[in-house]
Structure formats: structure tokens, C-alpha cells
């Protein structure tokens, strides 16, 4: 047997994994029920891809993590930028952010229900929430990472504190900032997503479990697969804009 | 940093988070508000459920569940990770599965564990594992990657056997990244701890706090939140103790090399 080609590879393991959960049903290994063939799931998928109901929850999901994101975003880059520009600052804080950050933000769910009831905002809120502490980390360690040359040497030419933050700490902290919204930008979809899922926001969280609790299964899985190729397109747009905006940067060269 | 600025941050750095709870418990003293009840009644109620009325019945099924997917986890993305690491076309192979298994938000596979394994322990266990798993395989693949090609060679040129060297060279030069992925998968597996017992449990801190905010138990819903951060931020570091404390030799190699 001659050996498969390296580029081949990927798309040989899709065809495989694809094969098994069409035959593994179909011969009854896999209950059809619970499994139902691939090839039923992907046309379902199909069909919901050209129908509106689709649609309308990533829409929903989007606003989610839209918003969610752009809040933690304007929040936490001004503050990491701030907070980490002063050591006094940083010390001072760094406790309490040290306790705040790993609280798993899916704790506060009840809280957002009793405040925000079960609708957009609540699903803003916990995202925003949770993107916010991924995001402050990464700022935090981009301007502690500025080189200490750079900054003196701005400070002797008699830039002014404001100057060196917006021409010396914002530029070189941005790789670090990309990274974070990136990372912030998983854990704003993963919350919005949760939200949906357990309090019930319109989106494809609930989707997906009202698929399952009415027991359309093939819808299920179509719903997760389109959940799944949400976030990896976000990831995918993500990680092309940042290697556009960053051209210019050493890192990225 | 002078030695009187270093004593003014250590001063801030105890001063500043004492002077929030403070702030906290003056503000929230004589708070009407539902919602938001005196800290110290959080305190009380804390006390009366937590210490140790529900560890028992809530706090000991919740770790128990989320240890045993974190550990399948911690199993298969090592051994997993090993052994992409070496072959670069099984790697290849798998790329594609791997990225969209890790890009799905883990909630949504919740109904997909529901509907499969059912509602009880083991669904939990599985969607904690199956979604830990992921950070732990890809930085055990980049850790052996990594490794130094120098190390590599060496290894072959003195013919040390493929056990060994799996186990006494690759392993011990990952393990830094590894411990990378064990971190992050230990504060998932705590947030897919609390939103499995939400969706679907009878037990467990998660399903406690839910049902006390369903029920209008508002102190009893803060002192579980606040439990969970306690859980949160003790997770996180017993991570960095263990980390600082197994990695020493490998911090201890990285130093003399520069000196």
C-alpha cells in the first residue's frame, strides 16, 4: 500500500471519522437513536443553514459575545494600562485581582437572573464579566513587558507621562492585548453560550436544548456542529485580524 | 523600587483588599435591598451552611465529579499528547478533528452528554473530562515539540530505549508546558463543575446556588457564590504551589545555564 501524502492527511481523518459515524449507526454498533448517521445530521444542518431559525440564534449569540467582549474590552484595556503603568498601583491591587479572577463567573448566574432577569443583559453581564479578568491578566503582563529602555529613553527625551503611555506602553503591550482578546473572545462565546443553555437568553444555547428535550436529535447535533463552526470561525477572524493589525510588530515579522 | 517604597506596596498590597471587605460590610450593613443583603449575613449564613452542614451532601459530590474528569483528563491528554508529539503525520491527521472538537463552547455539548450518558454522575464526569482534555493534549503536543532538538539526538545517539526515552527525557522536558495546560484546565473543569449540577443535578454547589436564587434564598445564594470563589482561588493555588514546587529542577537547570 503506497503511503497517503502529507497534505492528504487532514482530509483523510474528516472522510474516516465521517465513514464511522455514518456506518457505526447504520449497522447498529452506535444507537440510532441517540447517534443518528452523519449523513441525516449534516442535511438537517443543511436545512437549517438555508431557513431563518438558524440565523436567528447566532445572531443572538453574536450580540452576546459582541457586546460582551467590546464591554470587557473597553474596560479592561484602560484599566490593565493604567493599574500596570504604577507599581504602587499594581501592588495594591494585586490581591484583589488575584481573588477575583479565577471565581468561576458561572457563579454569579443566579445573581444575573435576580438583577437582569433571563434576557439579553444577563447574557452580557456574565460574559463581559468573565472576558474581562482573561483580558486584564494579558494587559497587565503586556505593560509590565515594555522594555525599560524604551521608556527611559522616551522619559530623557522629555515625553510626557500621557506620551509614554499612548507611544511606548500601549504599542509594545499590543501583542499581549491581542492575545487576550483573543482568549476573551472564547470566553465571551463560552458564556453567552452557557447563559442561553441554563438561564435560558434566546440564542443556540437553548436551541440545542430544546432540541434535545424535544427530542430532535439530528437538530441537536446539526445545532452543535453550527456552534462549533461559529467559534472556530470567530477564532480563525480573530487570529487574521491580529496578524493584520500587527504586521509592523517584531513578534509577527 | 526603594526599601521604603517596597514597605509602602507591602503595606498596600494588605491594606487595600482588607479596606474593600471593610467597605463592603459598612455599605452593606443596613442595605434593604433584597438582593444585596448585609455582608454580614452572608457571613452568618455561610457559617450555617457551609461549615459543615452541606459538605457532605453538596461540596464533597461536586469535587469528587470534578476530579475524576479532570484526572481521565490529565490521562488522555498526556498520553495523547506524547504520541501526536512524536509523529508528526498523525498530528497532521488529527489537526482538523482536534480544532473543531476544542472550538465548540463546552455548554453546548451538555444536551449532546444529557441525551448520551444521562443525567447523573457520569455525565458530568464525561463533559468535565471532554472538555479539559483539549488544553492539556495541546500543550503536552507543544512540549514535546519543543523539545530541544540537542536532546533529541542525543537520546538517539546513545541508543537509550523508546520507553526511556518517552518516559525519563520527553516527559520530565514537557512537563512545564503540561503544567501550563494543567492550569488551565483546572479552572475549566470547576466552570464546567458548576454549569452541569445547574443544568442538570440534584446536588452539588452549583445546583445550590441556582435553587437558592429559584427559592429567593438570597443570603444562602451569595454564600455559595462566595464559596465558589474560596474554591476558585484555592484551586488556583494549589496549581501554582505544586508547579513551583515539582518544576524546581527545571527552573533550578534554566538558571545556572544563564549564570
Given at each position: 500500500m503506497r503511503r497517503l501524502p502529507d497534505r492528504l492527511l487532514p482530509w483523510a481523518s474528516v472522510l474516516g471519522v465521517l465513514v464511522l459515524f455514518e456506518l457505526l449507526p447504520r449497522v447498529g454498533i452506535l444507537d440510532s437513536a441517540n447517534f443518528p448517521p452523519i449523513s441525516q445530521t449534516l442535511s438537517t444542518l443543511a436545512g437549517q443553514v438555508v431557513g431563518s431559525d438558524l440565523w436567528t440564534a447566532v445572531g443572538n449569540t453574536l450580540a452576546g459575545w459582541a457586546l460582551g467582549l467590546g464591554i470587557a474590552a473597553a474596560l479592561a484595556v484602560p484599566a490593565g494600562i493604567l493599574i500596570g503603568s504604577s507599581r504602587l498601583v499594581y501592588r495594591s491591587l494585586r490581591g484583589v485581582i488575584e481573588f477575583l479572577r479565577p471565581v468561576p463567573s458561572v457563579a454569579l448566574i443566579p445573581l444575573a437572573i435576580l438583577i437582569y432577569g433571563s434576557g439579553l443583559q444577563s447574557k452580557v453581564f456574565l460574559a463581559a464579566f468573565a472576558a474581562f479578568w482573561a483580558l486584564l491578566v494579558q494587559v497587565l503582563y503586556g505593560v509590565q513587558d515594555v522594555d525599560p529602555v524604551a521608556t527611559d529613553t522616551a522619559r530623557s527625551f522629555g515625553f510626557s507621562r500621557t506620551q509614554r503611555l499612548l507611544r511606548v506602553t500601549l504599542p509594545s503591550a499590543l501583542p499581549y492585548i491581542a492575545t487576550g482578546l483573543r482568549i476573551a473572545s472564547a470566553v465571551s462565546l463560552i458564556l453567552s453560550v452557557t447563559a442561553e443553555l441554563v438561564i435560558g437568553s434566546s440564542g443556540l444555547g437553548r436551541s440545542i436544548n430544546v432540541a434535545r428535550s424535544g427530542g430532535d436529535v439530528k437538530l441537536m447535533y446539526a445545532l452543535i456542529i453550527a456552534t462549533g463552526v461559529l467559534g472556530l470561525v470567530l477564532n480563525t477572524a480573530l487570529v487574521a485580524a491580529e496578524r493584520r493589525v500587527l504586521r509592523w510588530h517584531p513578534a509577527y515579522r | 523600587m526603594t526599601r521604603r517604597q517596597n514597605i509602602l506596596a507591602i503595606g498596600l498590597e494588605i491594606a487595600v483588599p482588607v479596606l474593600l471587605l471593610a467597605l463592603w460590610w459598612v455599605l452593606s450593613a443596613n442595605s434593604k435591598t433584597f438582593y444585596f443583603p448585609p455582608l454580614k449575613d452572608i457571613l452568618t449564613t455561610f457559617k450555617d451552611t457551609w461549615l459543615f452542614k452541606r459538605v457532605g451532601s453538596d461540596v464533597v459530590p461536586s469535587l469528587e465529579r470534578m476530579f475524576a474528569g479532570f484526572f481521565i483528563a490529565v490521562v488522555l491528554g498526556v498520553v495523547g499528547g506524547l504520541l501526536l508529539g512524536l509523529s508528526r503525520r498523525a498530528r497532521r491527521a488529527a489537526a482538523p478533528i482536534v480544532e473543531f472538537l476544542r472550538a465548540i463552547p463546552p455548554p453546548a455539548l451538555l444536551p449532546f452528554a444529557i441525551l448520551v450518558v444521562g443525567v447523573g454522575a457520569s455525565m458530568k464526569i464525561f463533559v468535565i473530562a471532554f472538555v479539559c482534555v483539549w488544553p492539556i493534549l495541546l500543550n503536552t503536543i507543544d512540549g514535546v515539540i519543543g523539545v530541544a532538538p540537542t536532546l533529541r539526538e542525543t537520546t538517539h545517539v546513545y541508543g537509550i530505549s523508546n520507553r526511556d526515552r518517552l518516559l525519563r527525557v520527553m516527559l520530565p522536558a514537557a512537563s512545564p508546558q503540561i503544567f501550563a495546560g494543567l492550569r488551565t484546565a483546572v479552572s475549566l473543569a470547576l466552570i464546567l463543575m458548576v454549569i452541569s449540577e445547574m443544568v442538570?443535578?440534584?446536588?452539588g454547589i452549583g445546583y445550590f446556588v441556582l435553587q437558592s436564587q429559584r427559592t429567593f434564598a438570597i443570603p444562602e445564594m451569595w454564600s455559595g457564590i462566595l464559596l465558589l470563589g474560596i474554591l476558585g482561588y484555592v484551586l488556583n493555588g494549589i496549581f501554582v504551589l505544586l508547579e513551583k514546587r515539582l518544576l524546581r529542577w527545571h527552573r533550578g537547570a534554566r538558571a545556572s545555564a544563564l549564570s
Open positions: - | 442538570a443535578s440534584t446536588n
